[in-house]
């Protein structure tokens, strides 16, 4: 009989010490910019069994929380390779929720990630085990930032209007933008559930905006075939962006 994995939820220590950057070089660099993140507040039991073995629901003040962000992919290149116009910079909007390991490492589980460039697609599915599903993505970038996006298959529009106000912060050790925004790690598994990954990713501390948002779309979600969240979201934020260092996939 397998004995019962016991779960260590991260104390305030482990999230501060994802922050540090892994010793061994990164395999890709990324730019990561304009995010919307549109956060909804949801019972741990709703999602938990969503989740592969091996993981958790991380929760903040007993709240599991479900997240949707649109944003723009800039100068995606392997280490070694310098970006590809046509193909380092595309659009991506993904769902996605907050785990740890049994090792209490705080990480990023995604539901879903759509994109508009089915390379991408094709090798975050191969050499991340990441959802990723083909889109039209459409985006206007100016004072607002107008962002629609349709999964491939699929008749429903998801479409977002925001730009940034006020001046920018980074996010505190023990808030809730830092619970939902901090993350330096992302959690895959393989097709059937048999096997966890960890990747990691370092950047500097997003510099957070408030968010004025005219327009947003749940559909995402619904896409999915998850159950629909309630309401406008709990929690709201802009960032225009980071450059980030992406570590290959570790066995957990």
């Known amino acids: 009989m397998a004995s019962r994995v016991e779960f260590r939820p991260p104390a305030a220590g482990d999230r501060l010490a994802a922050r540090e950057r892994p ?37 903040y003040e007993g709240k599991a929380w479900l997240g949707i962000v649109p944003f723009s992919m800039r100068r995606v290149r392997p ?16 769902v996605r929720t907050y785990v740890y390991d049994a090792s209490g490492t705080p990480g990023v589980w995604f539901f879903s990630l ?5 390379i991408a697609c094709s090798l975050g599915r191969r050499l991340f085990n990441l959802n990723y599903r083909n889109a039209k993505i459409q985006a ?19 479409t977002f209007r925001y730009r940034s106000t006020g001046s920018g912060r980074t996010a505190q050790p023990g808030s809730l933008d830092f619970f939902l925004t901090e993350r330096y790690a992302l959690y895959s598994s393989s097709k059937h559930g048999s096997q ?7 950047h500097s501390p997003y510099q ?20 629909p969240v309630s309401g406008p979201p709990h929690h709201t934020c802009f960032s225009p962006g980071v450059e980030v260092e992406i570590f290959s996939l570790q066995r957990v």
């Open 114 to 118: 759509d994109a508009n460039n089915g």
């Open 23 to 59: 010793a061994k070089g990164a395999v890709m660099h990324q730019g990561w910019k304009n995010l919307l993140f549109l956060h909804w507040e949801v019972s741990a039991e709703q999602l938990q069994p969503l989740l592969p073995p091996g993981l958790h629901v991380d929760t």
């Open 196 to 202: 966890l990954w960890r990747g990691r990713v370092h």
């Open 208 to 227: 957070l905006h408030n968010a004025e948002i005219e327009s947003y779309s749940t559909t995402p979600i619904a896409w999915n075939r998850q159950s």
């Open 140 to 158: 206007s970038e100016g004072d607002w930032i107008n962002f629609r996006a349709t999964r491939n298959g699929s008749s429903a529009d998801a």
């Open 79 to 94: 280490a070694f390779l310098p970006s590809v116009p046509g193909l380092s910079n595309f659009l991506e909007l993904n």
